[in-house]
C-alpha cells in the first residue's frame, strides 16, 4: 500500500452526521441533552467524533469523544492528540483518557488565546489502530468540559480536533460538532409587601435565579411601570415605591430577555395601601427651677391626642425614659438632674398607627445643690410571682420616711408607673409585666427640697402566662439572683 502524505486534508463531502439514536455509547447524560456526533474519512482513516451534549446550559458539564479506525489493513499508531474547543469551556482536570485510561504523561491544557485545546500525547506504540483479520482495535480518546457563564448563547460554537501519528498528522481544527448555549432558564420572586401607606416609601424586593448582576428588574402595579432595579452579587434588586393612592395594588416583577437568560415574572401580590399619616406635634411643658439632686418634672404632650406609641425622653444624648403615649396625650416624668448647667432636654414620639412621628427640644439652666442637703435611701421591696399579663405590687420604701416626693417605677427603660411617697416613705405601683424572661426594675426618688434623689434596683424573673408556653407563673427577684442593692 501506498504510504500516507505526513499531512492530512479532509475530503470534500467526506463527513457524514450520524442518528442520534446511535448514540447510546455515550452512557447517562443530563435531562434535555441533545448529543451530536459527526463521523468523516480521510484516505484509510476514520473518524467519529461526539458531544454528550450540544445544547447545554452554563455550568453544564459535556463530554467529547473521538474514536479513531481503520478502513484499510495497515495499522497506524497515534501519537498525541489536540482536542479543540472553544475558550469558554474549561478543562476539567484528570479527564482526558485513552479507552478510559487516563492520559500519560499529564495532559497539556491552554484555554487562552481566543481559543483553548486540551492536548495529551504517548508513547510510540502506546495505541494502535487496526483492521486486519484477527485484528482490530478503535482507541477512543474522552475529555471533559465545564460550560462557563461567558459562553454566548445562540451562537454555534465550533469544536475539533488535530493529531499525529505513524501515518502523518490530521488538522480538522473546525470539523465539529458545534456547541450552541440555550439561554440560562430565571426565576423572579417578589418579596411579602406587608403594609404600605400614601406618601410613604415602601422597599420592594425582588430576587432572580439565572440572571447576572446589573441586570435589570422592572417592578409594577396592574400594568404601570413603577420604577426598575438592578440585580446585585446575591441575585437580588429593589425599589423604594412611594403610593399615591390608598386601597389594592396589584404589584409585580418582571425580569426582562437577556443575551444570556430568558426573562421571568413573579407572581402577582396584592398589597392594600393605607392613608396617609397624619402630621403630629410633640411639645415640651416649661421646665423651671431645676437644681441639682431635686427632682423637676418634665411634662411632653402629643397633638393629636389618642393612646398609642411612646416619648423618649432625652437629656442630650442620654436616654431619661421612655413613656407609653395615654389617651390624653401627656407624659411626664421627675428629672433629677446630676449636673449644674445648660441641658438640652429632647422629647420625641415614635408615632401611632395613621400618626406620624415628631420630636422637639428645650434647653434648661440647672442650678448648684444648694448647700445643706440630706441624703436619701431607696428601697425597693422584694418581687415575687411576677407572670406575663397580670398585676404585680412595686413597692419602694424611702428614708427619711417624711422625705416627700415621688417614686418612677421603670421596667428596663420603660417608665410603668410614677406614685407619691406617703407618710411613711412607702410609695407603690402595680406593674403588668408583657414579656417573660429577665426584667430589671428600676425604683427612682425623685428627691425633695433639701433631700437628695437615690434609687435602688433589682432583677426579676417573670414567669410566661397561662396562654404563652409552659408554667402558671412564679418567678422570683433576691432568692434568684442575689438580691438587690442601693445607690444613695
Not at 185 to 212: C, F
Not at 388 to 410: E, I, R, Y
Not at 432 to 442: C, D, E, F, R, V
Request: some cysteine.
Amino acid at each position: 500500500m501506498t504510504p500516507r502524505s505526513t499531512t492530512r486534508g479532509v475530503a470534500a463531502g467526506a463527513a457524514t452526521t450520524l442518528a442520534v439514536g446511535a448514540l447510546a455509547l455515550l452512557g447517562a447524560g443530563v435531562a434535555g441533552a441533545a448529543p451530536g456526533s459527526i463521523t468523516w474519512d480521510d484516505g484509510s482513516s476514520r473518524f467519529t467524533r461526539t458531544i454528550s451534549n450540544t445544547t447545554p446550559v452554563e455550568g453544564d458539564t459535556i463530554t467529547v469523544t473521538t474514536q479513531f479506525d481503520r478502513t484499510s489493513w495497515v495499522d497506524e499508531f497515534i501519537y498525541n492528540i489536540k482536542d479543540r474547543h472553544p475558550s469558554c469551556l474549561t478543562y476539567v482536570p484528570g479527564s482526558a483518557k485513552m479507552n478510559s485510561s487516563p492520559a500519560n504523561p499529564e495532559v497539556n491544557a491552554d484555554e487562552g488565546n481566543g481559543t483553548g485545546y486540551v492536548r495529551a500525547s504517548w508513547g510510540v506504540t502506546s495505541w494502535v489502530v487496526q483492521n486486519r483479520p484477527g485484528f482490530h482495535s478503535s482507541p477512543t480518546f474522552s475529555v471533559d468540559y465545564k460550560v462557563g457563564s461567558n459562553c454566548p448563547r445562540g451562537t454555534a460554537l465550533t469544536t475539533g480536533m488535530d493529531y499525529g501519528g505513524s501515518l502523518g498528522s490530521g488538522n480538522y481544527a473546525t470539523k465539529g460538532p458545534a456547541v450552541t448555549l440555550a439561554k440560562n432558564a430565571s426565576t423572579t420572586v417578589l418579596a411579602a409587601v406587608p403594609s404600605a401607606r400614601v406618601g410613604q416609601p415602601t422597599t420592594l424586593t425582588a430576587t432572580v435565579t439565572g440572571g447576572a448582576p446589573g441586570d435589570p428588574v422592572d417592578f409594577y402595579d396592574a400594568t404601570t411601570k413603577i420604577g426598575q432595579g438592578q440585580l446585585d452579587a446575591t441575585g437580588t434588586a429593589t425599589l423604594a415605591w412611594t403610593p399615591t393612592v390608598k386601597g389594592g395594588h396589584t404589584l409585580s416583577a418582571r425580569f426582562a430577555d437577556t443575551a444570556y437568560a430568558n426573562g421571568s415574572q413573579s407572581a402577582p401580590q396584592t398589597v392594600q395601601v393605607s392613608e396617609q399619616n397624619a402630621n403630629s406635634t410633640v411639645t415640651l411643658a416649661p421646665v423651671t427651677g431645676a437644681q441639682v439632686g431635686r427632682a423637676s418634672t418634665i411634662t411632653a404632650t402629643v397633638t393629636p391626642t389618642a393612646a398609642g406609641g411612646t416619648i423618649e425622653l432625652l437629656d442630650g444624648s442620654t436616654s431619661l425614659a421612655t413613656i407609653p403615649v395615654p389617651a390624653d396625650g401627656k407624659a411626664t416624668y421627675q428629672w433629677t438632674p446630676a449636673t449644674a448647667g445648660g441641658h438640652a432636654l429632647r422629647a420625641t414620639f415614635s408615632g401611632r398607627d395613621g400618626v406620624a412621628g415628631s420630636t422637639t427640644t428645650q434647653q434648661v439652666t440647672v442650678a448648684e445643690a444648694p448647700a445643706q442637703t440630706t441624703n436619701s435611701t431607696t428601697t425597693l421591696s422584694p418581687v415575687s410571682g411576677a407572670t406575663v399579663g397580670t398585676a404585680t405590687a412595686l413597692t419602694a420604701k424611702v428614708s427619711p420616711a417624711d422625705a416627700g416626693g415621688t417614686v418612677t417605677f421603670k421596667d428596663g427603660n420603660t417608665v410603668v408607673g410614677t406614685a407619691q411617697v406617703g407618710a411613711d416613705g412607702t410609695a407603690a405601683t402595680q406593674w403588668t409585666p408583657a414579656t417573660a424572661g429577665q426584667s430589671t426594675i428600676t425604683a427612682e426618688y425623685s428627691g425633695n427640697g433639701n433631700v437628695n434623689a437615690s434609687s435602688d434596683q433589682a432583677s426579676v424573673i417573670v414567669a410566661p402566662g397561662n396562654g404563652n408556653g409552659n408554667g402558671n407563673g412564679g418567678g422570683s427577684l433576691d432568692s434568684l439572683l442575689g438580691g438587690f442593692g442601693s445607690s444613695k
